[in-house]
T-cell receptor, first 116, second 108 residues
Framework: DAGVIQSPRHEVTEMGQEVTLRCKLI?????LFWYRQTMMRGLELLIY????????DSGMPEDRFSAKMPNASFSTLKIQPSEPRDSAVYFC??????????????FGNGTRLTVT | TQLLEQSPQFLSIQEGENLTVYCNSS?????LQWYRQEPGEGPVLLVT?????EVKKLKRLTFQFGDARKDSSLHITAAQPGDTGLYLC????????FGAGTRLTVKP
């Protein structure tokens, strides 16, 4: 089991540029979460999907942020245009959800984004 | 707004000491999870507590879920430098939201 795989591990970009973060879920998992972590705000939920369908995107900061699941095993988080305040570590996590029972979250190792 | 309040925010202790960290909420949860996060990595699940009053042990770590299922505690006995990390609690609901965490440093 390769675990949740995120890429890139580090991303440094200039303000105004488009940034795309990628996540590969654990095979068989059907829920996908995107989080952002900073010292000031902790681990914030941005959006989560069940069976490829976005369920709650209320944590997405602005319209500059968008997330997709083109298939059951892959997701992207896009920021366009990026701003310095977007600098943070972005995590995705997957889990197996059966009816009302959600299994534990399995996190990737994160993407550290720096916007200058 | 943090639905889960964790305390203390920071804790620095010497190896061999005992410690307790807390996770509190005004809401009742069906279950709650504790995770540990080490630098450069994502959080990793330690335990899930489900029943009010439940106590679970994981080696030197003891987890307790409050009787009213609104709070939980994590007690570490004889802390070791390897226990250093960010300890996070999360409500196990459809939208898995986390507390701000307790950042623990255990000095040799």
């Amino acid at each position: 089991d390769a675990g949740v795989i995120q890429s890139p591990r580090h991303e440094v970009t200039e303000m105004g540029q488009e940034v795309t973060l990628r996540c590969k879920l654990i095979s068989g998992h059907n829920s996908l979460f995107w989080y952002r972590q900073t010292m000031m705000r902790g681990l914030e939920l941005l959006i989560y999907f069940n069976n490829n369908v976005p369920i709650d995107d209320s944590g997405m900061p602005e319209d500059r942020f968008s997330a997709k699941m083109p298939n059951a095993s892959f997701s992207t988080l896009k920021i366009q245009p990026s701003e310095p305040r977007d600098s943070a570590v972005y995590f995705c996590a997957s889990s197996l959800r059966l009816q009302d029972n959600r299994g534990p979250l399995h996190f990737g190792n994160g993407t550290r984004l720096t916007v200058t | 707004t943090q639905l889960l309040e964790q305390s203390p925010q920071f804790l620095s202790i010497q190896e061999g000491e005992n410690l307790t960290v807390y996770c509190n909420s005004s809401s009742v949860f069906s279950s709650l999870q504790w995770y540990r996060q080490e630098p450069g990595e994502g959080p990793v699940l330690l335990v899930t507590v489900v029943t009010g009053g439940e106590v679970k042990k994981l080696k030197r770590l003891t987890f307790q879920f409050g009787d009213a299922r609104k709070d939980s505690s994590l007690h570490i006995t004889a802390a070791q430098p390897g226990d250093t990390g960010l300890y996070l609690c999360a409500r196990q609901t459809n939208d898995m939201r986390f507390g701000a965490g307790t950042r623990l440093t255990v000095k040799p």
